[in-house]
């Protein structure tokens, strides 16, 4: 009996289990084959929050010899804890990986994505424990990479605060604690001893010392063995000297660092990622996920950033429309373009979908026929907003094997002669991908948009 109930990739519909794989597979031969459908009820209704919480769905068909089960994934990627239905205990864990990813080392792939996005994307977890959290833990090193990152940077402005520390002197000063003496200079020895609470100026204070205690875990999950060997290679010098210069540091246990206002810039992002590692820390043995969707968008978010400056453009990440007059309670407040970019005089649009839309282009689909529409219709809503008049421009971006892009001119004809040019650009995703991407997408600006 393995600890794995099912892996798929996210966005997708799994295979149809029959009543035999049912049985064995899924539930050990360890159910009453004849209530069969009873024991599947039971399943759902003992994993309901799990199951919603990576909005996962589950199709039972048919019935009898007949029945059928199966699983629709969504945008989420994760790990949960599974109770099986003969006991009601946790024995199994269900993975739901990325769908566009190809590397086999996908979750190392994505740590070094997630490393260089410059919007931070963090793991949200579930109290529930995994069975098998060594195996389908996030990557966490990611977070702790950027904590020694920043750690590094921080031990530069070598940051200095006022520490109450408890000293003797052989004279008195105004840190005397006379009660103190009072009692100890009974003993003639010490009469001349005088304790004091002394205010000292210095790099090794309490807050220092909580955030080398955070480092030293940091470096534990750097250097473990399932964290992988080019991410600990990468880190091994780093680390080494980082060690050496705070070797004098005494480590001070914490679970939350207080960050205030008056700190330097430098020491909040310190402090920040600090209590994002300490959360990461005690909680990666539950159930976990990461919207991929919000991760590409970051992605593609990124990517422009990159090719928009050489253009000396500037983009706004998801500038919001505000809407004014009488709004329903079903209506919206405002409208949220994922990327917002400004050329010269002129103002673009662009979205990021995570759907297979661009892997699909030669087959007939009414799903992804239906997606597009309603992507479509989003993207023109956003381009009305766009200042020029006639040539308005709005981007879809679709996750690819490999970047290029297709041109559609939607033109209004006799109704005022405004034309949309929408351009549907296939972005290849992936870690050495995302090193060269932006000069293919600083391209198609020149050659599709700018021109």
């Not at 597979?25 to 360890?30: C, E, G, R, V, W």
């Not at 940091?218 to 050496?244: F, V």
Request: aromatic share 12%; proline share 5%; charged share 25%.
């Amino acid at each position: 009996m393995g600890k794995l109930f099912y892996t798929m990739p996210c966005l997708s519909a799994s295979k149809e289990f029959s009543k035999k794989e049912i049985y064995e597979n899924l539930f050990d031969k360890k159910v009453d084959k004849r209530y069969l459908e009873t024991a599947i009820r039971r399943f759902i209704d003992l994993n309901r929050e799990m199951l919603d919480f990576l909005d996962i769905r589950v199709n039972i068909h048919g019935a009898g010899e007949h029945l059928t089960l199966s699983f629709d994934s969504s945008k989420y990627i994760g790990a949960i804890p599974i109770r099986m239905p003969y006991d009601g205990i946790v024995r199994k864990d269900l993975q739901i990986k990325p769908k566009f990813n190809k590397s086999p080392n996908v979750y190392s792939d994505l740590t070094q994505i997630l490393s260089k996005l410059e919007y931070s994307i963090v793991p949200e977890y579930s109290d529930r424990q995994l069975c098998n959290p060594m195996q389908l833990k996030p990557p966490v090193y990611r977070e702790a990479m950027r904590y020694i990152d920043l750690f590094e940077s921080a031990c530069r402005s070598s940051w200095r605060k006022f520490d109450i520390r408890d000293r003797t002197h052989s004279y008195p000063k105004s840190s005397t604690n006379w009660q103190k003496y009072s009692i100890s200079s009974a003993d003639p020895r010490k009469a001349l001893i005088f304790p004091a609470r002394d205010s000292i100026l210095t790099t090794n204070h309490e807050e220092w010392q909580k955030l080398k205690y955070v480092f030293d875990c940091a470096c534990e999950i750097i250097t473990a063995t399932d964290t992988p060997i080019s991410i600990r290679y990468q880190y091994q010098q780093k680390i080494r000297k980082l060690e050496n210069k705070i070797s004098n540091v005494k480590p001070k246990f914490t679970k939350l660092i207080a960050i205030n206002s008056h700190d330097p810039k430098n020491i909040i992002q310190l402090k920040e990622q600090a209590n994002v590692l300490l959360k990461s820390e005690r909680t990666e043995c539950t159930a976990w996920r990461i919207d991929m969707a919000e991760l590409f968008e970051r992605y593609v978010q990124t990517i422009i950033v990159q090719a928009v400056r050489e253009l000396s453009g500037v983009v706004y990440p998801n500038k919001k429309v505000n809407g004014e007059g009488y709004i329903p309670p079903w209506g919206l407040k405002y409208l949220e373009p994922d990327i917002t970019i400004r050329i010269g005089n002129n103002i673009y649009m662009a979205d990021a979908k995570y759907k297979a839309n661009y892997y699909a282009q030669s087959k007939e689909s009414e799903i992804l026929k239906e997606t597009h529409r309603a992507d479509l219709h989003q993207l023109l809503a956003y381009c009305s907003f766009e200042p020029q008049f006639s040539n308005k421009i709005g981007i879809l971006f679709y996750p690819a094997n490999k970047t290029n892009y297709r041109t559609i001119n939607y033109s209004a004809g006799s109704f005022g002669g405004t034309t949309n040019k929408v351009i549907l650009c296939g972005l290849a995703f992936g870690n050495k991908e995302m090193d060269t991407a932006y000069l293919q997408i600083k391209e198609l600006f020149q050659n599709s948009v700018v021109n």
